[in-house]
């Protein structure tokens, strides 16, 4: 079995975590309102405007034995620049005020997911952040799709309201096999027990993210038109 099934396979039960999110089951049965999207989309916002920095952090601390990985670290810098701005444009789509959405906090389960991405990169190895691609692309392919296509249907919103969530459905499948290859290069024991460990803490902080959705958190105000 390759390292990168065996990832997979050593965190089948932490995914459980994130897959049980009450807000997905109703999501998937057409029981979301705009209010319970725009609360997904603030919280990526303040998570995926952190990708970028963290892929830089993680290529200048890879030491020179793993250039192949910085490598691969410079292609995704380059395809994940500005997707937070989409974020935004999404949430102006739906209505609300985009600024004020830039302007606000994360919720506790975003900050904390993220001051665990930027402890265990600039403190621990910064092979781990590879834990949290595998989370966030593996989830992205199994859930953004199907996610955008029964929300669209439920609020009857544009297409222009998933920038976001279309980019990063079927067209991450190129990613998470060019994800896969690089995993399969790690052979070191330790190495791998380290991206194992950190890809199940982040289906746990990253379900946790999902399982305290609620736009009782504070949603950015309505644009009036």
């Known amino acids: 079995m390759s390292f ?9 039960q932490a995914q459980q975590h994130l897959l049980s999110a009450p807000i997905i089951a109703r999501c998937f ?3 979301v309102t705009r209010d319970d999207y725009v609360a997904f ?21 890879l030491p020179e034995s793993k250039e192949w990985l910085r490598e691969a670290v410079a292609e995704y810098i380059e395809e994940e620049c500005g997707h937070q701005e989409w974020v935004l444009n999404d949430i102006a789509v739906c209505g609300y005020d985009k600024e004020a959405a830039r302007a606000s906090q994360p919720h506790a389960t975003t900050e904390l997911m993220v001051a665990y991405a930027w402890d265990l990169v600039s403190r621990v190895n910064p092979l781990g952040f590879f834990g949290m691609v595998n989370v966030l692309e593996g989830t992205s392919i199994l859930l953004a799709d199907k996610a955008a296509s029964s929300i669209g249907g439920a609020l009857k919103l544009p297409n222009q309201a998933f920038s976001y969530l279309k980019s990063h459905g079927s067209l991450d499948q190129s990613h998470v096999k060019f994800f896969e290859g690089l995993m399969d290069r790690i052979t070191d024991p330790a190495e791998q027990r380290l991206i194992v ?3 199940t803490m982040f289906f746990h902080l990253y379900g946790n993210i999902f ?8 949603l950015p105000p309505r644009v009036a038109h």
């Open 4 to 12: 990168y099934q065996q990832l997979q396979e050593q965190t089948r």
């Open 29 to 31: 049965q057409g029981d």
């Open 41 to 61: 989309l603030l919280q990526a916002y303040h998570h995926v405007k952190h990708t970028v920095p963290l892929l830089m952090a993680v290529g200048s601390r």
């Open 197 to 199: 460990h950190s890809a």
């Open 211 to 218: 399982h305290g959705l609620t736009p009782q958190h504070g």
